[in-house]
């Protein structure tokens, strides 16, 4: 009796993002020198014939692969890309999007490991689309009524994004339960929540840091490190 062996039909969406998920995974442990198609291809289950059919070459890959990680990191932060005109700056919810990062980068350290590396080493790491949505956000935000005077919102961005992104590292997220994840999480936005809110010095304790942090003092003292 004859068996009926029915080929499994083909899916070039679902292939395709297996070979992403192998290459962040390739990506996040060796960098983009230690990456190879052929080394991708057996770890996403699939014929190195098939992922080249994906993807031409190494450096499309990679750079396929960084456009995959932002575009996760974009929505996990802020959602729909098509529903971000309909936002106001007075409409987001900064704890809630403090919260989603965080606990994102708990879940998903390597993901985030790989946009870090990404952007790093580009020429051009403001053209990031999930860079450009978190500063722009900020820059937004400090235009608004809602924040304090003077913000530098590149380097708030940064401080930000590296501390999301390097905490589930130092505290070994890889190695815990989901439970221990949330709570770390949780307590990394409520620093980062308390010092954007409160600041961590009492203003009557450091006197010459509060004189050096208003407006016109930041200035002239900026312009005297630049002379020296």
Not at 41 to 57: D, I, K, P, S, W
Not at 167 to 184: K, M
Not at 192 to 205: A, K
């Amino acid at each position: 009796m004859a068996v009926n062996r029915r080929r499994r039909p083909r899916d070039p969406a679902r292939t395709r993002e297996a070979i992403l998920e192998a290459a962040r995974t390739r990506l996040a442990k060796d960098g983009p020198e230690g990456l190879s198609l052929s080394e991708v291809a057996h770890l996403a289950g699939v014929n190195r014939g098939t992922a080249y059919q994906h993807f031409e070459t190494r450096d499309k890959l990679i750079k396929a692969t960084a456009e995959w990680v932002a575009d996760k990191l974009f929505r996990a932060a802020f959602g729909d890309p098509a529903t971000l005109g309909e936002r106001r700056i007075e409409q987001v919810d900064v704890a809630g999007l403090t919260d989603r990062l965080a606990n994102f980068a708990m879940d998903n350290p390597e993901l985030c490991r790989v946009w870090l590396l990404r952007v790093l080493s580009s020429p051009d790491p403001a053209s990031d689309p999930f860079w450009k949505e978190y500063e722009g956000s900020l820059a937004r935000f400090a235009q608004s009524r809602l924040a304090q005077d003077n913000i530098d919102t590149e380097v708030l961005s940064v401080i930000m994004l590296a501390g999301t992104f390097l905490w589930p590292v130092w505290a070994r997220a890889h190695s815990r339960g989901n439970r221990d994840r949330r709570r770390l999480a949780y307590r990394f936005v409520q620093e980062c929540l308390r010092l954007c809110m409160y600041g961590s010095l009492r203003p009557d304790r450091f006197p010459a840091i509060a004189e050096r942090l208003k407006p016109t003092a930041g200035i002239e003292y900026k312009s005297a490190r630049l002379r020296g």
